[in-house]
C-alpha cells in the first residue's frame, strides 16, 4: 500500500493508522502545489489527502482508508475485537472526529471561506474557537477513566489527536482538560505516532 499525505493534514491519522496496522506500506508527503499536479490529479481528482493506493485499488476519504486499513488488518484492532459493538464504537468516535471536530475548525483555517467582511474574521475564529471548546468537552468526558477515546486503541484515535495539534495551533482553549492533555502525551510518546511524525517532518 502506499499513502499521500499532507504534513499535518488530517491524512496524518491515516499515516499514525498505518504504523499501527503493522501493514507494509509507503508514504509520498505531498505539498498544496504537488497536491494539484497532474501527477496526483489523476490519482485523486479533487486534489486532496489523503489517497491509499493499495495494486490497482485507488481509494480517498480518512474514514474509508482507516476503515479499509482496519478490515485489511484486523489483528491490529484498530476497528475493534470483531463484534458489531466494538467496531461502531471505534465508528461512533471516528465520526465524531471526522464530521463533528473537524469541520468545526473551517473558520479558523479560512474565515474567507463564510464571511467576506475581514474585519468580522477576528469575531468568527472567536466563536469557532469557543464552539471547539465545547466540542471538546464531549471528549474530555469520554476519556475519564479511559486511555483511548473509544475504550480500546483505533483508528479514531489518531484523528482525534491531529485535530487536537490544530487545536493548540490555532489557540483553541483547552485549559482544564486533564484527559486531553494525558492523551496527547500517550500519542506523543507512541512509537508509530512519532514515525508518521517524523517522515511528514513534523517531529
Known amino acids: 500500500m502506499k499513502l499521500y499525505t499532507k504534513p499535518g493534514a488530517c491524512s496524518t491519522a491515516c499515516h499514525i493508522s498505518l504504523h499501527w496496522s503493522g501493514a507494509p506500506f509507503s508514504v509520498q508527503v505531498l505539498t498544496a502545489e504537488e497536491m494539484k499536479s497532474p501527477a496526483y490529479l489523476a490519482i485523486n481528482p479533487v486534489g486532496a489527502v489523503p489517497a491509499l493506493e493499495d495494486g490497482d485499488f485507488v481509494l480517498t476519504q480518512n474514514a474509508a482508508i ?3 486499513i482496519a ?16 467496531r461502531a464504537e471505534a465508528n461512533r468516535w471516528l465520526a465524531y472526529c471526522n464530521a463533528d471536530l473537524h469541520p468545526a475548525f473551517h473558520p479558523l483555517f479560512g474565515p ?10 477576528d469575531a468568527l475564529r472567536a466563536t469557532a474557537r469557543a464552539r471547539l471548546r465545547g466540542m471538546y468537552a464531549r471528549a474530555e468526558a469520554q476519556l475519564e ?5 473509544a475504550g480500546f486503541r483505533s483508528y479514531a484515535d489518531p484523528y482525534l ?7 493548540s495551533k490555532t489557540g483553541v482553549d483547552l485549559s482544564g482538560f486533564d484527559n486531553l492533555a494525558a492523551f496527547v502525551r500517550r500519542m506523543e510518546a507512541d ?3 512519532q514515525a508518521a511524525l517524523k517522515a511528514e517532518g513534523l517531529s
Do not use: C, K, N
Open 145 to 149: 477513566g479511559r486511555q483511548w477515546i
Open 191 to 193: 512509537a508509530g505516532a
Open 161 to 167: 489527536y491531529i485535530t487536537l495539534r490544530w487545536a
Open 71 to 86: 478490515d485489511m488488518y484486523p489483528a491490529s484492532g484498530l476497528g475493534g475485537d470483531g463484534s458489531p459493538r466494538e
Open 112 to 121: 474567507g471561506r463564510f464571511i467576506a467582511d475581514e474585519s468580522q474574521f
Open 66 to 68: 482507516v476503515g479499509y
